[in-house]
């Protein structure tokens, strides 16, 4: 059966999210982080992106930098650590294979959330959230929370509410409470807690008087679809229960590709910055390549650390590609547009470049005189599968193949072992 006509015959939807995810991934291994206030850091130890709840109870935000953080770290018994991908990975994938085996209708939505089409009577669907959320703890280690509901955008703001009512216990199911909860939840909740509602879009409704979901459930969505967008639209009606939003089977971001990254040392200079670029034309490349996709718009950037008080730079270009392309050679010479913008001696703190304006290769042939001959020679995928095979910097085309340069390694002063994907790393059992 399709997956569409599967979709069609589940009957809801349970939204499965784990919990504080970076944290919980890390005391899934060290139980002695067990309720202590624990902080996971950004890239290069920046900033908190992952804070237990006792970490929020002592009012730390999230986006805090670490250096603020550290001079009262010890007073408040607050533990940080840095940013561990290839375990955070790893637990990511066994929970999705896990979530697998309880629906054939399941789309991956982040590292740390999962749909699952589901059916049933509505108290064999919350015994099967309640056994999902079991076997999640049992078989992983991470605490998961799942709400249930007839659409997507209900589901995820039933897993909220299960995630910040103890009552629920991490399980609830939209339509198994009375309405008048319901509404009254909603009319609590700012508009700004609904999936895909933003600062910018909460303010232009707070303009027209819509404040609460409440609010936004009760507006007119083909009155909101003129005024805003065929997506606000499908919002309201999903919040009213009409599925809108279907399943994905790979999510893809094919609106646009970011590729950027802090430097654990500041580069200044213009070579510097040409050798940065250049890989990451040349990653960009490939995950295009990946997807089957073309970009006709390239933006370069650059900045500064808004920590620094001395340099304050901030240069970008957009240039407009030839043709859609997921070509190395043009990609990279799109980006380097942006090295005559850069200050030499200048601190750049971060560097990135973004392309959009995806489409599927193949779907506007160009006319043999503009026919690409890198492109069609497959250079991209080339240098994928050499790196793949050799690793990251084994090849690079032009500048993105010098040894040396930036420093490109992560500073990650506290990362706990790597315990599921590093030999050395493996998690010691002592037995009495």
Known sequence: ??????????????????????????????PALEGKPLIVLSNNDGCAVTRSPEAKKLGIGLGEPWFKLAPRAEEWGLIALSSNYELYGDISSRVMELLARYSAWQEVYS???????????????????????????RHVGVPVCVGIARTKTLAKLANKWAKHNPAFNGVCRWDSIPEAQR???????????????????TRRLNAMGIFSILDLVRADPVALRDKFSIVMMRTVLELQGTPCIPME?????RDQLIFSRSFSTPITTAA???????????MASARLAKHDLQAKLLTAFAATSVYN????????????????????????????ALV?????????????????????SGNQKPLEIFENPHE????????????????????????????????????????????TTNWDELPLVKAA
């Open 1 to 30: 059966m399709s997956k569409p006509a599967l979709m069609h015959r589940m009957q809801e939807i349970a939204h499965v999210d784990i919990n504080c995810f970076y944290a919980s991934a890390e005391r899934a291994f060290n």
């Open 111 to 137: 590292i740390d959330e999962a749909f699952l089409g589901v059916k049933g009577q509505p108290d064999d669907l919350l015994e099967l959230g309640r056994t999902i959320k079991v076997a999640c703890q």
């Open 183 to 201: 509404e009254a939840l909603m009319a609590r909740l700012s508009v700004i807690e609904i999936w895909g509602v933003a600062t910018r879009l």
């Open 249 to 253: 089977e790979e999510r893809i971001g």
């Open 272 to 282: 510097e910055l040409r050798q940065v670029l250049s890989v990451y034309g040349q």
């Open 309 to 336: 008080p001395n340099d304050k730079s901030f240069p970008t270009v957009n240039i407009k590609l030839p043709m859609p392309t997921s070509d190395p050679v043009l990609l990279t010479k799109a980006a380097h």
């Open 340 to 360: 005559p913008r850069i200050q030499e001696g200048v601190r750049y703190a971060k560097a990135g470049i973004m392309v959009t304006d995806l489409r599927p």
């Open 376 to 419: 069609e020679q497959g250079i991209g995928p080339l240098l994928e599968q050499v790196s793949k095979r050799y690793g990251r910097g084994s090849i690079g085309l032009g500048h993105a193949g010098i040894k040396g340069g930036p420093d490109w390694s992560m500073k990650r002063d506290m990362l706990s072992p790597r315990y």
